[in-house]
């Protein structure tokens, strides 16, 4: 993947399918601490396309209850649906940044544009995002983007880009589940999506869950990586939308990333949920360069910032 990689930049500031302030700001963060000049400098062809217009929530009433800010969703997700497939038809990696987990309804609807079922999708996530207007909760789309890209809940979010679902359930692997709603464990079931919870992570370990995942994935032509830093434990990762304990560890969510680009043919990804109104001294910032440099086949951390400093 890396040999004449060629990277395009989509920043996503959406904030309207979270219930909270600060993850719009996550795309300009992530360029604040250095992710662009980073790669840069390892040689790579690199575009910034800059971020999609997105509404601000106080602008705007929420609407339906169930289904907050469909619309203004529905209508950045079609833009993002044109950018990525724009970006990977051009013979670019899309490199995501959002934003609230809602904006995979566009990404993998750009994605599928070009790949049609062929491809798979890595959803690296403390929750599965599989409600429906009909189970949800709290009403926030950032939980319904997966069950909506397998075709299931609004019809207008559903269709983004082109009708119908964009995926098949069997070419979905979540990764580190372990926060539920009740109906999403019974969706899961009901549509037989693989899935490894941060329990199933600590018996079976990454390379055993790798093992599985490249069986279930073979004789795809790309994955794309869905990447919800909520997944890490808040100690490593206190920038973070939801922030959970008992997430994935700084080295596991490393070692994760490092085996993903080992594996398999990685299309693109998406970061999304960093919010860095509460993170700590860049430390989520940081270790996002580091995860996108892992998945790139790239070393990148202390070590390297440390030289830079020796060097500059
Ligand atoms: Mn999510």
Redesign the pocket.
């Known amino acids: 993947m890396t040999e004449n990689l060629k990277i395009k930049i989509i920043g996503v500031p959406m904030d309207l399918g979270a219930f909270r302030v600060g993850v719009d700001m996550g795309p300009n963060a992530l360029r604040y601490a250095g992710l662009i000049k980073c790669i840069k400098k390892l040689g790579i062809d690199i575009i910034d396309i800059g971020n999609l217009p997105v509404p601000t929530p106080e602008s705007r009433a929420s609407g339906r209850k169930n289904l907050k800010y469909r619309d203004e969703i529905a209508k950045v997700s079609e833009e993002l649906a044109q950018c990525t497939q724009d970006a990977l038809r051009g013979g670019y990696f899309p490199l995501i940044l959002g934003g609230?987990?809602s904006i995979?309804i566009g990404s993998i609807s750009g994605v599928a544009g070009i790949f049609k079922k062929k491809f798979g999708v890595v959803?690296i996530?403390?929750?599965?995002?599989c409600n429906t207007p009909k189970t949800t909760l709290s009403g926030n789309i950032?939980?319904m983007?997966?069950a909506v890209a397998l075709g299931h809940g609004d019809s207008r979010l559903v269709n983004c880009h082109t009708p119908g679902a964009k995926l098949d359930p069997a070419n979905i692997c979540i990764v580190g589940a372990k926060d539920f709603d009740k109906e999403e464990k019974k969706f899961i079931a009901d549509n037989k999506i693989k899935l490894f919870t941060i329990d199933d992570i600590s018996d079976i370990g990454i390379k055993d869950m790798m093992k599985e995942i490249r069986k279930h994935f073979a004789g795809l032509d790309g994955i794309f990586i869905?990447l919800?830093l909520?997944v890490i434990d808040v100690a490593f990762a206190p920038g973070i939308g939801i922030r959970s304990h008992g997430g994935l560890t700084y080295r596991e969510i490393r070692h994760l990333c490092r085996s993903l680009y080992k594996s398999f043919n990685i299309i693109g990804m998406e970061l999304?949920?960093f919010n860095p109104i509460f993170d700590r001294d860049n430390q989520t910032a940081n270790l996002a360069i580091e995860l996108v440099f892992d998945i790139l086949g790239h070393e990148y951390g202390d070590y390297q910032r440390y030289l830079e400093l020796q060097i500059n």
């Open positions: 609230d987990h995979a959803w996530d403390a929750h599965p995002d950032h939980g983007s997966l869905s919800d909520d999304v949920e």
